[in-house]
């Protein structure tokens, strides 16, 4: 199992987005922008190339520029988490290689899907296992069943948990049942951060340490206060925050994705961007009705 | 919405099963002695005739006898919540009529499922507002996937939640962030049950009024004991009993279901006995199986 | 496995819907009506009490009513095909009984479906020998996923088809290649009839023997056509009725369902009335929509 | 809509695996036989880089050796048609001009499907409609469900097929309703290939012209023989090929993929080798399991 001086995950990640400029190239400054701006929370850290970073979308020396940009931009007390998990092995295990060399602190994951009537048991736990023994730092798995049609269970997770180079898992799935299970039978030093802020209270509910969050991006205040009140056992601050913030969450996950989330970051003044087809931009009425759900939410955003 | 003295749900309630002899009969004794030793906990209620109660199974004549036989063994100071709801609108306002009739406090109606390729929301709204408009007791809508193949969505539920009659909603479904959005959007008079114990404390930290679980069949001092540290803010206790009582809930539900909730029973001095066909007894292999599980979960009953 | 003078399915069919009064009550002369102008056409027989014919909709009483008022109208020479599957094992022992006693030829048993999670293979195996068992007429296997959720594999269609007393299966899922594995491992003597007119010619053309065909209530001469082109290795001609009837046949089933049948059975000159509740009449928009689609398919029907 | 004189793509083509030596790296020479011995049937084409040919598992270059080192091996006459279809639309743009100057006859453009909430028919549209738009050969939709967690419905792909250099569709989703469907609203110069050879007759059955089929790597002459016994009237003939090839077809496809398909392809003296990680070599067990299906098939291939 872990060492006890193992990386320690609490607290709130954003994913956070990789923004293009107008002739669809990657906006480096933009980046640095928006990661200056967000450095003024109490962010644990940040996922960098995650769904939201549109890694999928990304040609090899995109990625590596990503990581590189993000790097200089978050201080060395922020953990910088890197997406490098690709539907091969081999690329897998060369991008985190690459990410590492580039300062990332841990590599999230994620379950390869393409041949998903292969992906038995036995072969996540080889793939997890095989990248895990290669990587110079921590591997977290990243279970995200609304992009990947896999659904990881308790039992394979905990199986895969066993190698002593995995110490977490962020957990997209919603199910709060299962984070449970995994928390009990995998122990205490294996991790589970939620994957939406929509769980998030739940989850912590039931012994998460924390959240990788599409909703951080642009709520980074209300979703460190969801945690702060939960540990401060300020039950129905908690629940009533929690509650607030589920139309927004919604909106820029998995109601109108990554170019809801982009759209929201320019309303709120970081940039946003378009995203990259097959994605489209959020059409002119859907970006009334985000704006409506973002004044009601009262966002804002330190400058 | 629900007038100010409409009936109050909050707390745990077992979904009692129907004993039967073994000639397949209603055994009306070993219901009775059953709820006499559940008595006396401080379960808010029973539900009757639920999914664990096999109502599918029962004929009409048995249907009512064994709610004769409950409402008869159950004090006035709890409820009696009966399961009513039929494939037929017409069948299932004939049961609440003659629920109402023998004493239910409450009809629990799931949703119609047979042609679910026509349970539109407008179906499904006509439906349950038809059943409400002619009970003479409160209904609670009854959101069971894993039983009838429909998830109903926050949307549906709120647009049936408008009938003055239709208090609340047992959602077995698991997806706490929809009991969050439920809980928020239709407004604090409507009353969310958790329809699981496997995740009765994160439905409760989205809002949940209490819970009818399975596992209270058989743990009603553990389930009860985790509505208690919520309100009392004892988290740790909490979240230490819930992930405890996860592996016998997984057994009793949707790891092996009646036939295992009733062997359980019968593992600790009450009357379990045979599920009808075409539910099988749980085999011998899976018994042994059982048996460690009860027995690492430390369960025993008031006598 | 069947013995020679086995009963011979081959042949369409259709399943009759359960025709209503103004007040909704069972219309018998209507039913009797209906019959009468099917009769004229070299349909094998009919299924009664089938996912069209409401069964799950209708009291104890009134299933043995329709039974009995459709065995009269149906000359001794065609096939009466009761539907007879209930939730539970003994219901569906008990029906089969009543109508075989009614004089109906086969029983059509559903796989029960409530308690999927426990529907296993054993389980499954168990319910339908043990009603084959009792019964003193032919058992055929109902698979229907679109209404139960569960749906038959090749292996346990095998291994139920094993007893001598059952000797085909309806099967409405749609999956000819399990049609084709069924046909092929089940041997010849197990009789294969597809469930929907949207598949039928692709069905015989993997060794289906016929159809019960929701289409077949209004549109028998072609439904006969394109089984009697297959026969004939009229191909081209089979191929273009088949693909021409898709947009009615969708109408009348996964698209609009039992109320679109019955509407469209109004429309040209028999009766077919109201669904029961909870399923709602055809809108009039979609009225609209059917009507232009039976007068594009060119339907009428004998007098 | 397509010109009279589009490509013709009536047939039979295998989606060719790419072997690797035992280091991992591809095996270009091995790749030039497989090709050679399948010259010797009257197959119509390859597809090259397609599920089978573990696309997405191989990295730029390597994509570019396989379509050079196959088109050297293809000859004139027969059509090469290259996967192209990445989860970027621009990617999938520059992968199909690359495909197109080595000397691809037509592009396969699989659904992009990792932001599937997003996967709108607007969005899909576009993303086809834009890659068409820029393509120098014709366009394929591919329609792959069981990887892509995506089922194109029939009205989305009429749309999609409206543009002038998208010419057809392999659809391995295996529903023959739909391709009746689209074979019947896209119009006859739309050409739908039946995406696996277990509903290849049942494709054809409804108006399919051919069929990309795993089983034609191993099984070219059954698999062509399927097609000339229905184009000749030879029904049974056909039905009794077609049921014949259901056990080999499912060990190479949905039963144990692509690992199979190659250990098959040893086994009857062509170079199949093993697959790349995340995918496994097929265990021992399997292994036995699979030469008793090849032997029972009576399959051997033209040296």
Redesign the interface.
Known sequence: MVSNNALQLEGIYPPIPTPFDAK?HVATKALTGNVRIWNKYELRGYVVLG?NGEL?????QERLRVLEVARAAIPADKLMIAGTGC?????TIELTRQAAAIGADAALVIT?S??????TK???I??FH?VADTASIPVIIYNMP??T?IDLDATTVIAVAEHENIIGIKDSG????KM??I??LAGPTFQVLAG?A??L???L???AVGGVLALANIAPHQCLAIRQHFLD?E?EQ??AL???M?PVNTAVT?G????ALKTAMDMLGMYGGLP?????PLSEDKKEDLRCILQEAELSLLR
Chains 1, 2, 3, 4 share one sequence.
């Not at 999928?56 to 090899?60: I, K």
């Not at 990259?276 to 489209?280: F, G, H, I, N, V």
Request: proline share 8%; hydrophobic share 35%.
């Open positions: 669809g769904s999928v979308l990304l040609n090899d539907q091969s092995t081999l690329q390869p393409y041949y998903r009537g292969r992906m036995e072969v996540l080889q793939h095989t609304a992009c049609g919603g199910n709060v049942v449970g299970e928390r009990h939406s929509s769980f209270l739940p989850a509910s039931v012994g056992n039950w908690a629940r929690q509650i607030q589920i998995r109108w994705g990554v170019p990259r087809p097959p994605l489209l």
